[in-house]
T-cell receptor
Framework: SAVISQKPSRDICQRGTSLTIQCQVDSQVTMMFWYRQQPGQSLTLIATANQGSEATYESGFVIDKFPISRPNLTFSTLTVSNMSPEDSSIYLC??????????FGDGTRLSIL | GQQVMQIPQYQHVQEGEDFTTYCNSSTTLSNIQWYKQRPGGHPVFLIQLVKSGEVKKQKRLTFQFGEAKKNSSLHITATQTTDVGTYFCAGSSNDYKLSFGAGTTVTVRA
């Protein structure tokens, strides 16, 4: 399976600031996704990162809050904008390759003070 | 959209005993996947089930996909301390997006 590098692995941020999370894959993949896992909760899909076009957001998530880029088939970024304590979560990217199941990066553990 | 329900939320198991976690979907799935997340870790892929009635085994883990492709189960025999973690099922329709169950968090009494 593809090797997924996600960074930063963790960060502590001040409210009102923004943080960009990067996801790099070592091979071309068909699809890339971003998930959020709030403390003690399951994973919720934020959006599908589309190569060269705007991401497809799930209900409850908007581009202004979570802008996503995917300039090529192996790289994507998620920005968490104007952060508040409620944004404290683990953010995970996942990738789907040809005839491969979905695999996750190590995640970014984000705390907002 | 589809919803995936998973029970139980917590499972406290005596080492050596068996347990099962169950998932049910509100809609028919194209496939279902199972992941394990250790404390402080990220979800790690365990298995994917695609066919109606499919059964797959990985050592002490047995995964089943229901005939109607709306439910699934994970059965672990002779639980060990290494089985500690949260097990998630995640269902997918044809759009490849995963809907995760709430997870079953397993603790083991030695």
């Amino acid at each position: 399976s593809a090797v997924i590098s996600q960074k930063p692995s963790r960060d502590i941020c001040q409210r009102g600031t923004s943080l960009t999370i990067q996801c790099q894959v070592d091979s071309q993949v068909t699809m890339m996704f971003w998930y959020r896992q709030q403390p003690g909760q399951s994973l919720t899909l934020i959006a599908t990162a589309n190569q060269g076009s705007e991401a497809t957001y799930e209900s409850g998530f908007v581009i202004d809050k979570f802008p996503i880029s995917r300039p090529n088939l192996t790289f994507s970024t998620l920005t968490v904008s104007n952060m508040s304590p409620e944004d404290s979560s683990i953010y995970l990217c996942s990738v789907l390759g040809e005839n491969q199941p979905q695999h996750f990066g190590d995640g970014t553990r984000l705390s907002i003070l | 959209g589809q919803q995936v329900m998973q029970i139980p939320q917590y499972q406290h198991v005596q080492e050596g005993e068996d347990f099962t976690t169950y998932c049910n979907s509100s809609t028919t799935l194209s496939n279902i996947q199972w992941y394990k997340q250790r404390p402080g870790g990220h979800p790690v892929f365990l298995i994917q089930l695609v066919k109606s009635g499919e059964v797959k085994k990985q050592k002490r883990l047995t995964f089943q996909f229901g005939e109607a492709k709306k439910n699934s189960s994970l059965h672990i025999t002779a639980t060990q301390t290494t089985d500690v973690g949260t097990y998630f099922c995640a269902g997918s329709s044809n759009d490849y997006k995963l809907s995760f169950g709430a997870g079953t968090t397993v603790t083991v009494r030695a």
